[in-house]
Nanobody, 124 residues
Framework: QVQLVESGGGLVQAGGSLTLSCAAS????????MGWFRQAPGNEREFVTA????????DYADSVKGRFTISRDNAKNTVYLQMKSLKPEDTAVYYC?????????????????WGQGTQVTVSS
């Protein structure tokens, strides 16, 4: 029943910035922890960042710490991923995911709902 739709992906030069959005519907968004994962061709899907139900707790993969920021607006049923200082190795399909718990997780199987993904391509 829960649906997630990502938007905001595109092509950006190395060092540039992008902001992704994930709009949720069909569930109680404010009770879900939310996460972002990414997958490049030939690679495993990897954890990027996550946020608790209220936004009071966040977690980041080491590869994006200091460059990416996750946030949420429960009134709009939307979670955001602000990306700056982008690198070619950030190129991937980025997926939004919802976990039916209040606390975040780094484990992809803890997330019950997934969006279709949005492509981020960083050129050098």
């Amino acid at each position: 029943q829960v649906q997630l739709v990502e938007s905001g992906g595109g092509l950006v030069q190395a060092g540039g910035s992008l902001t992704l959005s994930c709009a949720a519907s069909g569930g109680t968004f404010s009770n879900f922890a939310m996460g972002w994962f990414r997958q490049a061709p030939g690679n495993e899907r990897e954890f990027v960042t996550a946020i608790s139900w209220s936004g009071g707790s966040t977690d980041y993969a080491d590869s994006v710490k200091g460059r990416f920021t996750i946030s949420r607006d429960n009134a709009k049923n939307t979670v955001y991923l602000q990306m700056k200082s982008l690198k070619p190795e950030d190129t991937a399909v980025y997926y939004c995911a919802a976990r039916p718990r209040l606390l975040w997780s780094r484990w992809e199987y803890d997330y019950a709902y997934w969006g279709q993904g949005t492509q981020v391509t960083v050129s050098s």
